[in-house]
């Protein structure tokens, strides 16, 4: 005798069709939405880093110029830890609908791998990049109190020196050690949780030096409070004309911090042009404009794709670097 399957029995192999075919497009909730209708709500900027500081604040620049634009608020989220790990993270665990972004700064990608392991490393191949934002340039700066005028008379001081660094996995530390390997200069590392303790610290002369972001760096410089002795950027900083490169100075650390949007990976398309084109829009602002000013920061504003390229080829760098001086970010040698 033949059996026929029941209509319960259709409608539940129907299910766990429909079911295992939601299941293997990866993430269900991203997918299932009418990305035609996005924004569907305030879209969340996630930060890595405390309030306050430059990430944060050109988070609150972009957010500010985006939202007009998309016609719904875009709220910034800190949620400090970890170089930005942590809230990286979370984010590319987000369902991929755009209505959770994170504001990625490459330190995290190109060297805080260098300092941890496998497993707290975040990769870029996780996250889609929808746009690159600005360049951050680190100044060398020294205490008015220590004596330095240059970097010649740091390569020349004969003794052991005291600087502060913006944390461990950072531009800063990466910065200043290979600068140190290379000019041969003995120091004790101070690692801070951020670039203002450290340039407090440079205030206070509790360390002599520090690798700071120039953006936080410059009202101490122009009100004369710190010295600056090098930028680590490819060309001299057009806020900072007078402080020779350290390449200039005969030292090969092209450093620099620099800033993009990302979004869970598996955004739709069409969810990914209206991000970038809302943030294409704030780019042109005034208001966008006159804040990099004010912050000392270079646009850098480029395709998502030319930021993977180019933070890749940093991370191939810094590896490169760190290996032939035999440098450990995070402090085993």
């Known amino acids: 005798m033949k059996h026929f399957p029941t209509r319960r029995s259709i409608l539940g192999a129907a299910s766990a069709v429909t079911l295992l075919a939601l299941t293997a497009c990866g993430n269900v909730a991203g997918n299932t939405s009418d990305s035609s209708k996005y924004p569907s709500g305030p879209v969340n900027l996630f930060v890595g880093q405390a309030a306050g500081g430059s990430t944060d604040l050109i988070a609150r620049a972009l957010a500010e110029g985006a ?3 998309l016609g719904q608020p875009m709220p910034v989220v800190n949620k400090p830890g970890a170089n930005g ?3 990286t993270k979370e984010v590319a665990g987000k369902p991929a609908d755009g209505q959770e972004l994170i504001l990625l700064t490459a330190s995290l990608i190109t060297i805080t791998p260098l300092a941890v392991s496998a497993d707290e490393a975040v990769n870029i191949d996780d996250l889609d990049i929808i746009a690159g934002l600005s360049q951050d340039d680190y100044v060398l700066v020294a205490s008015t109190q220590s004596g330095f005028k240059a970097f010649k008379d740091v390569a020349d001081a004969g003794r052991n020196v005291t600087f502060g660094t913006t944390g461990v996995g950072t531009g ?11 000019a041969e200069v003995q120091g004790t ?3 801070f949780d951020s670039g203002k303790p450290a340039l407090t610290a440079v205030l206070g002369n509790q360390v002599e030096l520090a690798t700071i972001q120039l953006g936080e760096a410059m009202p101490q410089i122009e009100a004369g409070k710190v010295t600056p002795l090098l930028v680590f950027s490819e060309e001299r900083n057009t806020f900072l004309p007078d402080t020779p490169t350290a390449k200039e100075a005969g030292y090969d650390v092209p450093v620099a911090q620099y800033r993009a949007v990302a979004a869970p990976k598996g955004t739709p398309q069409e969810v990914k042009d209206k991000l970038l084109a809302s943030f294409q829009e704030t780019f042109k602002s005034d208001a966008y404009k006159e804040f990099n000013k004010k912050n000392s920061l270079t646009p850098k504003e480029i395709s998502g794709e030319e930021v993977v390229a180019e933070w890749k080829g940093y991370a191939a760098k810094y590896k490169e670097l760190v290996e032939k001086y035999d440098i450990s970010l995070n402090g085993s040698k």
């Open 85 to 87: 790990a942590l809230a």
């Open 189 to 191: 590392d101070i690692p």
């Open 67 to 69: 939202s007009k634009t």
């Open 172 to 182: 800063s530390q990466l910065a200043q050690t290979v600068l140190f390997k290379q």
